[in-house]
């Protein structure tokens, strides 16, 4: 009784929250996003802070109780290293120095919107020691700094990426859709010349247009552009196929009528009722987006050092001797594999609950 | 003269691919002229697939016609271009309730969108105030402008439709089937308000429909339609009492409930106007 006065969004939200996985999965990205926008004050060190005496430092342990089995405030010690008679680098914590875990630090300064200058950070050690909560990479850069400051890049690409190709594809596909007939014939022509390449390759060819002296920005705007420009006809094609039958609609017919403009149908009546569909694509296909920057990123032509991104970090564990020996800059994968999952499971509840005919196979 | 229908002509085509050409599949309207008097309701009846509606839209410009002329208060057709205040003067109210009305507008955005488009500027406050009046005059109680379509019954989501033509301030409103997927009683309590109404807004309808009784108690004149022709018009009256036509003897002999040698008079009637049966409903004339 309670549902009668909602919109069909109201119910669909109502059902999307009884459903614990989404929600979760929701949360866990909250908290990934979070963590990307408040990297600066999260991360104990910024993305290019590196010591080389700590490369491929295991993960620093905490301790709580000192040598002699008393109760301290949490510290860690400092790590001296030797090499083995292979020429690996052995760490080995140092009891003598002691530093304990120290919160509202001052670190490496940021700019947060490029304006104010802060150095607070949530947690660190006093300069001469360090932490490395995941790990340290082959410069001694801390990972878990790194993976933050990397799920900006990788984080947003998706999004970003969505935004443009889902307009251009709405736009597009409600246009075709539409109008039918001779404009409807040419605009699929042009989506289909897109489908024809198969994605990746048509990513590497549009990347090596991009001029080798752009700065980390104009590569990352750049690759966003590629990836949404990749992205659109796929869509485009599924929502003129929807406008083919909206636009049959009386309530089409009637707006239509009485006067209003095509673009206000278009955009007032017709793509509104793709909604519910346009959700669940975008939601399914963010993941695509993150895999196809990490992917770039990972054989080198995505984002460069030292600017990080997850694809980026894992293009480190590519040899089998770094993935044997530290284990943990495997770690990055986790991040995208979670997002990925996160996405993909809120994209299919997302189904569920939008479109009842849809039902899972 | 209201509305002047001449010669108008809708075809529809089959295979418009790239490299094949078209050919004609229906001939929906063919050659139809009709004149529609101010105050004097027209009621256009004719089975499934005669071209009704493709008439209607024809006239609000929702086809465009392959040729043949609309002429609109002797001032000759009316353009696309929504400020043309001819386009105003003729509303269209659809058949079905349940889908001429956005179903993720409510009430009021479908409503606002109307006056949106009567090309004047008024405050916030009035437009609350003419669509309540509007409501009002269908017989919508005022809360209705919050709700949504789904929460409506079929006869008050046509009249929700019927506010919303009314807001446009329309001559001549065109109703499509308008009562067709109504019960009998809400067809009678609809059939009332556009009685009603006419008086109020001083309206000409053009009432298309295939149930005669609902026909003859509203219109002085009927034009009777039959595969995309207008075969048979006269006063309501006459018509009744002596059909010309045998589409038109047939179509009131069933709807009075006669018996009809069905055979004969289809053998009669293929035999006249050598027609082809290209399955469904759909006729051509060859």
């Keep these: 009784m309670k549902d009668y006065h909602k919109s069909e969004f109201q119910i669909a939200l109502g059902s999307f929250l009884r459903n614990r996985a989404a929600v979760v999965c929701l949360w866990v990205l909250g908290l990934l996003y979070a963590g990307a926008i408040f990297a600066d004050f999260l991360a104990p060190y910024s993305y290019q802070n590196e010591d080389r005496d700590y490369s491929y430092c295991e ?18 010690y400092g790590m001296t290293v030797s090499f083995d008679q292979y020429h690996k680098r052995v760490y080995q914590e140092d009891r003598a120095r002691k530093y304990p875990v120290e919160f509202f630090v001052q670190g490496d300064e940021y700019r947060p919107l490029g304006l104010l200058s802060s150095k607070l950070r949530l947690f660190g050690v006093a300069p001469e020691g360090r932490i490395h909560v995941l790990g340290a990479d082959s410069r001694g850069r801390d990972l878990f700094s790194r993976i933050l400051y990397g799920g900006r890049i990788s984080l947003s690409i998706g999004l970003l990426g969505v935004a443009i190709s889902f307009s251009i594809g709405l736009l597009v596909g409600g246009i075709a859709g ?32 991009v001029p080798a002296n ?18 659109w006809a796929g869509l485009a094609r599924i929502i003129r196929g929807m406008c083919l039958s909206l636009r049959e609609r009386e309530f089409v017919l009637a707006a239509k009528s009485m006067g209003v403009s095509d673009l206000g149908i278009i955009v007032k009546h017709v793509l509104p009722h793709t909604i ?9 296909s963010i993941p695509g987006y993150i895999l196809a920057e990490s992917a770039l990123s990972l054989i080198g032509l995505g984002i460069q050092d030292p600017y990080a991104s997850w694809g980026n970090l894992l293009s480190e564990a590519m040899g089998i001797l770094q993935i044997q020996f530290a284990p943990w800059i495997l770690i990055p994968g986790l991040f995208i594999l979670v997002t990925v999952m996160c996405f993909n499971v809120i994209g299919d509840c997302l189904r569920d609950v939008l479109d009842p005919k849809i039902k899972k196979l | 003269m209201l509305l002047r229908i001449q010669n108008l002509k809708k075809y529809f085509y089959k295979g418009s691919g790239l490299f094949t050409a078209s050919r004609v599949h229906v001939k929906a309207v063919d050659g139809v002229s009709l004149d529609v008097h101010a105050g004097q309701h027209v009621g256009l009846v004719g089975e499934s697939g005669s071209g009704k509606s493709t008439l209607a839209r024809l006239i609000v410009r929702l086809y465009e016609p392959e040729e043949g002329t609309v002429i609109w208060d002797g001032r000759g057709g009316f353009c696309k271009k929504r400020s043309h205040d001819a386009r105003r003067d003729v509303q ?12 993720r507008f ?34 919508l109680e005022e809360g209705a402008l919050g709700r949504f379509p789904h929460e409506f019954s079929g006869g008050e989501r046509q009249r929700v439709a019927i506010a919303r033509a009314l807001l446009m301030k329309p001559r001549l409103l065109i109703l499509d089937e308008a009562v067709s997927s109504l019960d009998v009683l809400v067809q009678q309590q609809i059939v009332e308000l556009l009685l009603q109404l006419q008086k109020d807004y001083s309206l000409t309808y053009l009432f298309i429909t295939h149930n005669l ?10 034009a009777v339609m039959y595969r995309g022709k207008i075969v048979e018009t006269a006063e309501t009256d006459e018509l009744f009492k002596n059909p010309l036509h045998p589409y038109t003897q047939r179509l009131l002999a069933a709807a009075m409930d006669y018996r009809v040698h069905e055979t004969a008079w289809i053998e009669n009637f293929t035999e006249k106007f050598q027609l082809i049966d290209k399955g469904n409903s759909h006729f051509v004339l060859e």
Aim: with cysteine; aromatic share 10%.
């Design chain 2, 106 to 139: 409510t009430v009021r955005r479908i409503l606002l969108e109307a006056l949106s488009l009567c090309g004047e500027k008024i405050s916030p406050k009035e437009q609350t105030g003419r669509m309540q009046s509007v409501l009002a005059s269908v017989g």
């Design chain 2, 213 to 222: 009784k609902i026909v003859r108690k509203l219109c002085k004149r009927i």
């Design chain 1, 276 to 284: 519910s569909y346009s959700i669940i694509a975008v939601m399914l």
């Design chain 1, 178 to 209: 539409y109008y039918g007939g001779r404009v409807d014939n040419i605009l699929m022509r042009v989506c289909e010349m897109f489908m024809m390449v198969p994605g990746f390759y048509l990513l590497l060819a549009l990347r090596s247009v």
């Design chain 1, 214 to 231: 752009f700065n980390s920005m104009q590569v990352y705007i750049s690759i966003v552009v590629i990836l949404s420009f990749i992205g």
């Design chain 2, 92 to 103: 269209m109210v659809f058949q079905d309730p349940y889908s001429s009305l956005d179903p």
């Design chain 1, 59 to 76: 993960p620093t342990r905490v301790h709580v109780r000192d040598e002699e089995g008393r109760w301290q405030r949490p510290f860690v």
